[in-house]
């Protein structure tokens, strides 16, 4: 009796069917993420850092993969991190936001601790990508003048930036204006809802207009 004896083209013509075939369930491997925008900067010199209080960037993470090549936006299944909350802080969907505190340079982070691709996974990779937010220092002169304090009251959250700059907070804080100047402060709600503004000449929805003539305190209420 003949018996079939495969020969070594059989077996590789064979190997590749199987390693082609989509019923092997090859898995998709996360090889790298790439953070944008890769250098986010903040502020100028001319600005105080307590003014950049607030401003915010919407990262995206885009994940690389092999097997079959393919790039894809996993923004929502990294791990976000800042290294330096103080210059600026990231949240769990990427959104990137100055914290008016410090400045320099906060190395943010996006990272999948196991490689998946929403399918199948390849346990114990570690994959990360890095961005830049950089807070611009203050060089510039300090404004002298009236006084202007925002105070802050309700159970809610958010920040106020004003136009000119010289104000920038989510807590109680002052800034100093030239005599005169009329400031337009803006109220921004962070995971709650503006309730109203306390001590303005003017209110327009959000934002409190303040003609500064003299020392001025106003309270803002987020609920």
Request: hydrophobic share 35%.
């Amino acid at each position: 009796m003949n018996r079939f004896r495969p020969s070594l083209a059989h077996l590789t013509a064979l190997a590749i069917l199987l390693w082609l075939s989509p019923s092997c369930a090859r898995e998709q491997i996360l090889f790298s993420i790439q953070v944008q925008p890769a250098v986010e900067t903040f502020g100028s010199t001319n600005t105080p850092v307590s003014a950049d209080a607030g401003l915010q960037v919407q990262l995206r993470a885009l994940g690389s993969y092999a097997h079959p090549p393919v790039t894809k936006d996993i923004t929502d299944q990294v791990a976000w991190d800042s290294n330096t909350p103080g210059i600026a802080t990231v949240t769990s969907t990427g959104l990137l936001t100055a914290t008016g505190q410090d400045c320099g340079d906060a190395l943010v982070s996006a990272t999948v601790v196991t490689n998946t691709n929403g399918n199948r996974s390849s346990s114990g990779a570690v994959v990360t990508g890095y961005m830049t937010a950089t807070v611009v220092c203050f060089t510039g002169s300090i404004t002298t003048g009236p006084a202007l304090t925002v105070d802050f009251a309700g159970a809610g959250a958010g920040t106020v930036t004003s136009s000119p700059p010289g104000l920038g907070c989510a807590s109680t804080c002052t800034g100093n204006f030239p005599s005169g100047t009329q400031v337009t402060l803006t109220a921004s709600p962070n995971g709650s809802t503006f309730g109203s503004w306390v001590g303005c000449d003017a209110v327009a929805g959000q934002t409190c207009t303040v003609d500064l003539s003299s020392a001025r305190t106003v309270t803002v209420t987020f609920n």
